[in-house]
């Protein structure tokens, strides 16, 4: 049954939240108009009401519109819910079931990855990547998956110097001097063409992982899983991980509405 038919104006404001939420900042009504096809009138009406409830705020001077508090209070509660925990909590379950390695989710955090679900395979080396443990995103399977996902300019933004590039062991000097952002889009051109990103003891000597991106409905890394496990695996092992994480991710981002 499609749902949109039955209720329009639902539709068409949720369908106005997400295209301001995409902007980089407030926008025209007319632009949201003629962006997603909705009459102006009914957008002025429907920004009316969402305006009425703080949902999106008006700026007269500008004459745009933007979203609100409410809006942020939306965004806190799905924090505080932990839907990509809670949802990706079972699939990372799954995957250390399958494989009898350890795997996690983590997230984009600035130029770190955080992570938010961590599952220990028995009798398999303890790991640094625990829940709540920040690491640099250029050096981890999770951090290349979902950094190869962002937009040139985004990506830039994040690393313009070498100094950007954070190192976790004792020569931090000569391997943060090894990192440039030329280097680092040739990593992630590689996780492009296989669509899941690898990392060979740069987190812990002796382990290596793979991780793929969960991609949200805009196109943007909500998410990656990956798994760790020794880096002398046999190439059958390394394929079949991989192969395993990118299906969870496809699964996670399913389930969270995106591609």
């Given at each position: 049954?499609?749902?949109?038919?039955?209720?329009?104006?639902?539709?068409?404001?949720?369908?106005?939240?997400?295209?301001?939420?995409?902007?980089?900042?407030?926008?025209?009504?007319?632009?949201?108009?003629?962006?997603?096809?909705?009459?102006?009138?009914?957008?002025?009406?429907?920004?009316?009401?969402?305006a009425e409830r703080g949902?999106?705020?008006?700026?007269?001077?500008?004459?745009?519109?933007?979203?609100?508090?409410?809006?942020?209070?939306?965004?806190?509660?799905?924090?505080?819910?932990?839907?990509?925990?809670?949802?990706?909590?079972?699939?990372?379950?799954?995957?250390?079931?399958?494989?009898?390695?350890?795997?996690?989710?983590?997230?984009?955090?600035?130029?770190?990855?955080?992570?938010?679900?961590?599952?220990?395979?028995?009798?398999?080396?303890?790991?640094?990547?625990?829940?709540?443990?920040?690491?640099?995103?250029?050096?981890?399977?999770?951090?290349?998956?979902?950094?190869?996902?962002?937009?040139?300019?985004?990506?830039?933004?994040?690393?313009?110097?070498?100094?950007?590039?954070?190192?976790?062991?004792?020569?931090?000097?000569?391997?943060?001097?090894?990192?440039?952002?030329?280097?680092?889009?040739?990593?992630?051109?590689?996780?492009?063409?296989?669509?899941?990103?690898?990392?060979?003891?740069?987190?812990?000597?002796?382990?290596?992982?793979?991780?793929?991106?969960?991609?949200?409905?805009?196109?943007?890394?909500a998410a990656a899983i990956?798994?760790?496990?020794?880096?002398?695996?046999?190439?059958?092992?390394?394929?079949?991980?991989?192969?395993?994480?990118?299906?969870?991710?496809?699964?996670?981002?399913?389930?969270?509405?995106?591609?």
């Amino acid at each position: 049954m499609d749902t949109t038919s039955k209720v329009p104006a639902a539709d068409q404001t949720l369908a106005i939240l997400s295209h301001l939420a995409a902007q980089r900042g407030p926008v025209p009504a007319a632009t949201i108009s003629q962006s997603l096809g909705i009459p102006r009138s009914t957008v002025y009406h429907l920004l009316a009401v969402m305006a009425e409830r703080g949902f999106v705020v008006h700026l007269p001077e500008e004459r745009r519109y933007g979203l609100g508090v409410a809006a942020f209070e939306l965004s806190s509660g799905f924090s505080r819910q932990q839907p990509l925990a809670r949802l990706g909590r079972p699939l990372v379950a799954s995957l250390v079931d399958r494989l009898g390695e350890s795997g996690h989710l983590a997230v984009l955090h600035g130029r770190d990855v955080l992570y938010l679900v961590e599952e220990r395979a028995p009798r398999r080396p303890s790991l640094v990547t625990d829940v709540g443990v920040r690491l640099p995103a250029h050096l981890t399977a999770t951090g290349r998956a979902m950094l190869a996902e962002l937009p040139p300019a985004q990506l830039r933004a994040l690393y313009p110097d070498r100094a950007a590039f954070a190192s976790r062991h004792p020569s931090a000097e000569a391997d943060a001097a090894e990192w440039t952002y030329g280097r680092l889009k040739r990593v992630l051109a590689e996780v492009r063409a296989h669509r899941w990103a690898a990392e060979d003891g740069e987190v812990t000597p002796g382990l290596a992982s793979a991780g793929a991106a969960v991609v949200d409905h805009l196109g943007w890394p909500a998410a990656a899983i990956a798994v760790t496990f020794p880096d002398d695996a046999a190439p059958e092992l390394r394929e079949r991980v991989a192969a395993t994480v990118l299906d969870a991710a496809s699964t996670l981002a399913r389930r969270i509405g995106g591609r």
